[in-house]
């Protein structure tokens, strides 16, 4: 899958250029024009009914636009592959596999050429790395949400893919083991070499911008974006201090401001559409 | 939600009543007039009960009642006296049993998971065969016993062959269900890790479907029970259903009973014996 490096001076990430996307006729997605920086951590945040989980599933290539192109450091997406990784809300695992199974099975597509005991070790690293060196041979229905989230996690950089998709990873996990699931993937994330690209769907304001370098805000019917904001906060973030920190709660308001704003245009939009009805 | 509450609507239920039950039976003696209700002291019993009531119900045809065909109904003293003395017989002819049964039922297995998986997953080869599954499947495979008989060298390939058709058809429809009912998030999965062909059929579709394919399973097994002994009935020397029809034939009939518990009780345990695989299997499925 590694082609040449690219010679370019900033290396290109994902490109999402003038993406549509309906489904049975109702469109989903309207015009999407999107750069996404390799490496940088970019969180698609938006209500439920925005289509950032269908956007998330056109980057993975599980589904194809019906206009409109989409490409990973300069290559069109045709399909899923092996350099986009994806964590799902709550299903990433096979319930049929322990969790070192899953990893050892992400690992083996990854280099078809290894042998067991090589991804038995690797395996072990990898959940080690998220802290489930203790479950390895526990099936996912003996762990609780965070826990098959962290072997989800661990399974996706067994793949070694550079691009992360998650899919509100965290979205059922209660505060605490969210919060603490967080600071593992950043960690993680800022751990790795070369940095990996996260595209990382929520609805959760806070998170977007603890996690992320830059907040897609897209609003619904149909999804499209809204507004991109830069998150300048330096790393490591340290959550206590951020979150008091008057710049946090500015960021915070201003978020939830533009979405009211959308809110408020879009029921306009639709009162004018339904007196221009009575006027009839 | 609607899900979860109607679940969980039994078990309150049940609970209820069957403390109601305790709190009956424990405060109607002291109680005055507390209303007396037997039936209550039933509750939790009622098959062991219906057991019973079948056994006594023998019990008077056989040895209480005295009509002109009271000898076609043996008593259970009889009967068990018979199956004492056939069971080197019966032995026999469960190993002759299963001599046909065993390998017909094997063959339907790998033959009827292999193809319901291919026929569940690839598109084509589902247009391809539907069409004669819808056909082929519904005929009672007994009606193939005389022709199987004639074109197969020897009895016994004759009705393991009958076996293999009984068995087939549960297997292979239930594993094609499954195997096309994939839930999209193990489908996703699959093509996020790359996972194609044989692999993506062995690692993701054949787990994931197992819970039809036992279904399948179960049902194939009794089929070939019945496929089985019926075939027996046609042309055997030996077997189960060979006994049953041999000693009906010489009116022996507490042998002819006896051979009738013997065989359920062997159809009990090799069902039982798939159960406990399934539920050893399916650990995983909550």
């Known amino acids: 899958m590694s082609h040449h490096p690219a010679t370019a001076p900033a290396a290109p990430g994902l490109q999402i250029d003038a993406v549509n996307f309906a489904y049975s006729g109702t469109p989903i997605l309207s015009s999407i024009d999107l750069d996404i920086a390799a490496g940088s951590f970019v ?65 083996a597509k990854a280099d078809p050429h290894s042998d067991l005991r090589q991804r038995r070790a690797a395996a072990a690293e990898f959940l080690g790395l998220v802290g489930l060196d203790s479950a390895t041979a526990k099936y996912p229905y003996e762990l609780s949400g965070g826990m098959q989230q962290r072997g989800a996690i661990a399974r996706t950089f067994a793949l070694g893919s550079p691009v992360l998709l998650m899919d509100e990873p965290f979205g059922a996990l209660d505060p605490l083991n969210r919060a603490k699931i967080q600071d593992l993937l950043l960690a993680i994330w800022s751990g790795s ?88 | 939600m609607s899900t979860l509450s109607s679940a969980a609507a039994p078990l309150p239920r049940t609970s209820v009543s069957a403390s109601s039950a305790q709190a ?64 080197p017989e019966l032995l026999k002819g469960t190993a ?79 594993t094609a269900a499954g195997a096309g009912a994939l839930p999209q998030r193990y489908r996703d999965n699959a093509r996020i890790l790359g996972l194609h062909g044989a692999e993506y059929l062995r690692r993701v579709v054949f787990p994931a479907a197992l819970p039809h394919i036992f279904s399948g399973l179960s049902v194939g097994l009794v089929f070939s029970f019945i496929m089985l002994t019926v075939a027996e009935l046609f042309g055997a020397s030996a077997g189960l259903g060979r006994f049953i ?39 995983w499925v909550r």
Request: charged share 15%; proline share 7%.
């Open chain 1, 43 to 107: 969180s698609l945040l938006g209500p439920s009914g925005c289509g950032k989980t269908t956007l998330l599933r056109l980057l993975a290539g599980l589904e194809l636009p019906q206009s409109g192109r989409l490409a990973w450091q300069g290559r069109p997406l045709a399909g899923p592959s092996l350099d986009r990784g994806v964590v799902f809300q709550d299903y990433s695992l096979f319930p049929w596999m322990t969790l070192a199974e899953n990893v050892e099975l992400a690992l």
């Open chain 1, 193 to 280: 070499n070369p940095r990996k690209t996260v595209v990382f769907v929520t609805h959760d304001i806070e998170e977007a911008i603890y996690l992320s370098d830059l907040i897609v805000m897209l609003g619904s019917t149909p999804g499209r974006v809204i507004q991109q904001l830069d998150v300048a906060f330096p790393r490591p973030r340290q959550r206590r201090e951020l979150v008091r920190s008057p710049e946090f709660a500015a960021l915070r308001q201003r978020i939830d401001e533009r979405f009211q704003q959308d809110l408020i245009d879009r029921i306009d939009a639709e009162s004018l559409v339904t007196s221009a009805a009575e006027g009839i």
């Open chain 2, 24 to 87: 009956a039976s424990i405060a109607a003696p002291a109680t005055v007039g507390a209303p007396f209700r037997p039936w209550r002291l039933l509750h939790g019993r009622e098959g062991a009960v219906f057991l019973l009531a079948l056994l006594a119900l023998w019990l008077v045809v056989s040895t209480g009642l005295s009509f002109s065909g009271s000898y076609l109904f043996p008593s259970p003293w009889a009967s068990l006296k018979a199956l004492w003395i056939s069971l």
């Open chain 2, 96 to 174: 002759s049993s299963f001599l046909i049964l065993v390998p017909g039922y094997l063959l339907a297995v790998v033959a009827g998971i292999a193809w319901g998986l291919l026929v569940g997953t690839v598109p084509a080869l589902h247009r391809l065969f539907s069409a004669f599954s819808r056909l082929a499947s519904p005929i009672p495979p007994t009606i193939y016993i005389p022709y199987a008989i004639a074109l197969l060298p020897s009895f016994r390939t004759a009705a393991g062959f009958i076996v293999f058709i009984g068995a087939f058809w549960p297997i292979f429809l239930n």
């Open chain 2, 245 to 283: 029809q041999l000693y009906a034939d010489y009116a022996d009939y507490p042998r002819m009973v006896a051979g009738i518990l013997y065989t359920s009780v062997i159809v009990l345990l090799t069902t039982g014996l798939l159960e406990h695989v399934r539920r050893r299997s399916l650990f």
